[in-house]
């Protein structure tokens, strides 16, 4: 299933000129959004001291740009500007250790430096991180994203802010490729107020700042996330058209008969449950059936999952079962514990992940036998270990892995920390084997909980009906402070080319806002 994808793009943003505007954006971008009117637009070479208001700190002119300074917060406020829904670009340098952004829908700016009732969007440099927050006047994350922010270096960053969404896009300046946003949130806390710069640290520079009214012209389809209620850890197969996809049921209400679930779309985004698609009374254990992974060979489909804590496999002709044991019992060896995914490799070898319980949850792999039933117990092997602080949270956790290969190199994609906490997150390692040695991704986790989404992580991935886009289907928790039952998700991935070093995977989620359904051959 998890096979070779194209290099994939979903959000294009063209730079025309220093000054110019976005004059066309990629659908996951900017869905039913159209620039209007300009509200304010300078280069910022040259500074106008009636068009801004400085709330501590120094501003002043430096070379082709302003540079705003101070240790307390400083924020240089546009004078007479006031937003609501609108579309801004920037270019922001800011220095080493820094944080720099800016600041939006600011209701009361009376209260101090840095206090202040509003959002805030910024870059930190060094700790390579983008954040979204509201200063009520009190500070509330809301969400963010990891992207390699170096200080010194001139950095575009651009936000749409259409009602409660607000959408956020950076780019190296001198870099044009397509990339996905480091965050697409929802939060309703401030309509309306003042826009202006602001520093966290020592210094930044800042210059072309564009402001433009945002017109909502939704017309398009559209989907927002949840996609379907009642799935947790599940796994796609598309199969002559159809996409099934196989789930650990977590209902409302304890459940007599226990199994692993099915539901069936066209598109990714409506689904119809199918009821069980494997019963315990045709498996052996009796209980904690979990995280499936299906492959089909030669027509056989099989279903690999966890009961009672220990892998199984069960088999069907048909991909939507039902599925049975023809000898009820366990996959040896007994390490063989949950979280299984078979990947078969571009020269045919199956080869099985999973997590066994060793100082905390691990992931081992090895070659499956011809039976597609056995492990060669010569080939397993540790992948990962939890040695990123990501990846504690309630537990020293690495589990759900996923292989996807993308230009002759694997990557081994898993969920890290406990799935009940609310920092439960996605990241990955490279290796140029199936088997490792892997080495982690340096900006891990590539997607992480929300003010607005928690327990977003375990995952597989899949493509769109016409097969242009890449997805990642993944589960979340039923509410911000109700773990189950959980639900199903979806959301745009894509391989993000780099100067030096193999390409990102980039994931555009987890969203709460309305998304483009993914595309149709004939959309």
Excluded at 16 to 25: E, G, I, K, R
Excluded at 61 to 80: N, Y
Excluded at 96 to 125: K, N
Excluded at 139 to 165: H, M, P
Aim: hydrophobic share 35%; glycine share 8%.
């Amino acid at each position: 299933m998890s096979q070779l994808f194209k290099h994939l793009g979903f959000c294009w943003w063209g730079r025309l000129a220093v000054l110019c505007v976005l004059a066309s954006v990629g659908a996951p971008c900017a869905t039913g959004q159209k620039p209007g009117r300009v509200i304010f637009q300078d280069s910022l070479s040259s500074m106008d001291e009636s068009e801004w208001r400085l709330w501590g700190g120094e501003l002043r002119s430096v070379s082709d740009s302003m540079r705003l300074s101070g240790k307390r917060g400083p924020r240089a406020m546009l004078t007479g500007v006031r937003v609501s829904d609108f579309e801004l670009q920037v270019e922001i340098k800011p220095a080493d250790s820094t944080q720099a952004g800016i600041v939006f829908r600011v209701a009361d700016s009376q209260l101090g430096v840095d206090a202040y009732r509003g959002y805030y969007v910024g870059l930190h440099a060094g700790a390579h991180r983008v954040m979204w927050g509201a200063s009520r006047p009190g500070w509330q994350a809301l969400a963010g994203g990891n992207r390699t922010i170096e200080g010194s270096q001139w950095y575009r960053l651009r936000v749409r802010v259409l009602g409660d969404n607000v959408k956020c896009c950076v780019d190296e300046v001198a870099v044009l490729q397509k990339t996905l946003p480091v965050l697409d949130g929802v939060d309703r806390s401030f309509h309306r107020g003042g826009v202006g710069l602001r520093v966290l640290g020592s210094a930044a520079q800042f210059r072309n700042l564009t402001i433009r009214e945002l017109v909502d012209t939704s017309s398009g389809k559209s989907y927002s996330n949840p996609v379907q209620a009642n799935c947790a850890d599940p796994v796609i197969l598309r199969h002559s058209g159809i996409y099934y996809a196989y789930s650990t049921y977590t209902p409302d209400f304890p459940d007599m008969v226990h199994g692993i679930r099915l539901h069936t779309s066209e598109d990714l985004v409506h689904w119809e449950d199918q009821g069980y698609v494997l019963k315990s009374k045709d498996s052996w254990g009796e209980s904690r059936f979990w995280a499936p992974d299906i492959v089909e060979r030669d027509g056989t489909f099989y279903l690999y999952y966890a009961a009672d804590t220990r892998i199984c496999v069960a088999t069907s002709d048909s991909p939507a079962g039902p599925f049975r044991q023809r000898i009820q019992r366990p996959m040896e060896p007994d390490s063989l514990r949950i979280d299984a995914h078979v990947f078969q490799d571009t020269d045919g070898q199956y080869y099985i992940y999973y997590v066994d319980f060793n100082r905390g949850n691990e992931i081992w792999g090895g070659r499956l036998n011809e039976d597609m039933m056995s492990v060669d117990t010569s080939t397993l092997k540790p992948m990962i270990a939890s040695d990123q602080s990501w990846e504690t949270h309630k537990g020293r956790i690495v589990e759900g892995p996923e292989i996807l290969k993308h230009k002759g190199l694997y990557y081994l994609t898993y969920s890290g920390s406990h799935f009940e906490s609310p920092q439960y997150a996605v990241g990955y390692a490279t290796s140029s084997s199936p088997l490792g040695p892997w080495k982690k991704y340096q900006l891990n986790p590539i997607m992480q909980s929300t003010s607005y989404a928690h327990g977003t992580a375990h995952h597989c991935f899949t493509q769109s009906p016409d097969g242009s886009e890449l997805f990642i289907v993944y589960h979340r928790h039923h509410s911000l402070t109700k773990t189950e039952p959980r639900q199903l998700a979806i959301d745009r991935a894509m391989f993000v080319r780099q100067k030096d070093g193999p390409d990102v995977l980039q994931i555009h989620g987890p969203t709460c806002s309305p998304q483009p359904t993914p595309s149709h051959a004939d959309d």
